[in-house]
């Protein structure tokens, strides 16, 4: 394997792709790029930009091909609202559409390809304002060498620590993950394995065709808005339209690819938990959830979780990934937490400043004053900030 100091002399070719018709002759190096990680394929990826794109996007893919013509690095990228606020963005970003994101990378080479990706920046200063990525985590070492590069060559960066992605280092035997709970919650777990799965009482049920894909879909969102449903979002995070239309697409690509893992429980035919979850090479992903909170008599939640565990240790997983959110119970089930941050770039002038001013004063304004302020009062405190940018903003267009 060649080092990092070797890698930087060897020069690298960048490509620039503005319409999906154009990758076409670079699919197949993006899918190995992607290992076989659900939301980093073209099938995920470009999904969500058919869905999501608006008429004042861009598409912007970014190839680094070494001298003898391998793709070597991918930046999955696309310029937002081009006219006005010419913002680059990770594909697949915002409603917590996509987790884990980076750039794709063969293996040593995600420094390198993270330094090409902020040349690119450099080099093309007119053509944007603004750079965000959303949910990066620690294990991203592409884009924290982006961010770097940039800023140690002029541009203003703002980092915002959010909330961590959580994931569970599964052993080989299920038995052998239940030493590694708590004393209380193995003792539980064991009582309810015998009471509900062992004896049938509880029966599990997953779909595999896609026949019965639309089954697997009406009770996820019903039982997901039985569970976070509001006035606003009857359905919880499925009332968004385009949302629930993306993931019914991209959910019949991945169990096409046998990727999907869509599976709820039931007692006397009458579904109380569900888990919408994709496979990876090593790792299964908890993507969304639902439970009937009606039927709490069975712990429906730690069954649920119970299940889900078994089947990725069942399938020679790694990792059980619960995804982003310092929800407590995760703990509990012994997750462990990795960093994100929210990262925001921006060029060395009058606007730059100024926005990079703004984000440091609310970053400063949430961290320092949540402790004390009562939560109505940060609330509005936000919410003239986003005003106060929102109608500078339009000054400026």
Known sequence: ???????????????????????????????????????????????????????????????????????????????????????????????FCTQHLTWLTADSWEVRVGMEVARFFLLNKSGWKRLSFEIIDTESIGVHATINFLAENGCLCHQRKINSNWKIALPMKWDDYTLLLSKSLRKRCR?????????????????????????????????????????????????????????????????????????????????????YQFMGPRTLYAYQAGIDLAQDLFSAGKLTIMASIQFAIQNGCAFFDLLNGDDPYKSNWRATPVVCHDFRVWQKRGRGYFEWAMWRAHSLAVRHLKPILPHRLIITMLTAFHKTRDLYRLRLQ
């Open 191 to 275: 009582k309810l394995q015998k009471q509900y799965f062992d004896s049938g009482e509880i029966v599990l049920h997953q779909v595999d065709s896609a026949e019965n894909l639309p089954e697997g879909w009406d009770v996820l969102v019903k039982l997901h808005a039985d569970r976070w449903k509001n006035a606003q979002k009857p359905l919880g995070i499925f009332s968004d339209e385009r949302f629930l239309t993306f993931h019914k697409k991209v959910s019949s690509l991945l169990l096409n690819q046998g990727k999907l893992r869509l599976a709820w429980l039931e007692h006397d035919n009458t579904p109380i938990a569900v888990e």
């Open 1 to 95: 394997m060649q080092s990092d100091f070797n890698l930087v002399d060897i020069p690298l070719t960048t490509a620039r792709y503005n319409t999906v018709s154009d990758l076409e002759p670079i699919l197949p190096a993006w899918h190995e790029l992607a290992d076989g990680e659900p939301m980093r394929t073209p099938d995920w990826l470009l999904s969500w930009w058919e869905i999501y794109a608006s008429p004042d996007d861009e598409l912007c893919v970014l190839t680094f091909t070494d001298p003898g013509g391998v793709i070597v690095g991918l930046a999955p990228l696309y310029l937002e609202e081009k006219t006005n606020h010419a913002t680059y963005r990770f594909l697949g970003s915002g409603d």
